[in-house]
């Protein structure tokens, strides 16, 4: 993306520099994914180029709560983006927009608007893919670190439980991505059960 370059490289910077190595799943590479995602979701979808710039500062800060902990993220990650995005001129309107796609991540999602859909799903996007296994690897890592005793069997029993419940809200998502998921969820049901 070719706008708001200093306000990209100031929060991966910030990610790369700040956020814990234990976490393996929120971080930079997550948020780049989460961002580029959301961009070719809210193509499909037909956005603006001014709703895809508010998506796509919206996906940058969704996780950047992290960088004082997992507890409420989503609403540190609005304060963050506040913080910074006033600095950059970014109207209160379009922030408080963007807050609203921040808040949208937070499970269990409950979008209300297009482009709140968008950055839901572009969070999300990786469970009706080909990468699930590699993502669900990472986070099961990060969330060994906070619970030790999480077994193998108790994540997959996670995982069933949490890709049952979820559902992806636009157009794109679900054409595109709810199939492999429903894939990605027998496959899941067929080890839990052995």
């Not at 499909?44 to 996780?63: K, M, P, Q, V």
């Not at 609005?78 to 927009?97: H, M, P, V, Y």
């Not at 890709?163 to 998921?181: D, F, G, P, R």
Request: contains cysteine; aromatic residues 10%; hydrophobic residues 40%.
């Amino acid at each position: 993306m070719n706008y708001d370059l200093h306000i990209f490289e100031r929060v991966y910077n910030r990610l790369d520099a700040e956020l814990p190595s234990y976490l393996t799943y929120h971080n930079r590479h997550h948020t780049e994914y989460v961002v580029r995602m959301a961009d070719l979701i809210a193509l499909e979808e037909g956005c603006s180029l001014a709703e895809r710039r508010l998506i796509a500062l919206a996906t940058l800060f969704h996780d950047a709560g992290f960088l004082f902990g997992p507890e409420k993220h989503e609403e540190c990650s609005c304060e963050i983006a506040r913080q910074e995005l006033l600095r950059f001129g970014l109207s209160a309107k379009d922030t408080d927009q963007i807050c609203g796609m921040i808040m949208a991540t937070k499970i269990p999602q409950r979008p209300n608007n297009l482009l709140e859909k968008i950055v839901a799903d572009a969070d999300l996007f990786y469970l009706g893919t080909d990468l699930y296994a590699i993502f669900s690897d990472k986070l099961l890592q990060e969330m060994k670190h906070f619970n030790p005793a999480l077994s193998d069997s108790d994540w997959q029993k996670i995982q069933v439980d949490f890709i049952s419940a979820h559902h992806y809200h636009t157009n794109y998502a679900q054409n595109k991505l709810e199939l492999v998921k429903r894939l990605h969820l027998r496959a899941l049901h067929t080890t839990h059960e052995r």
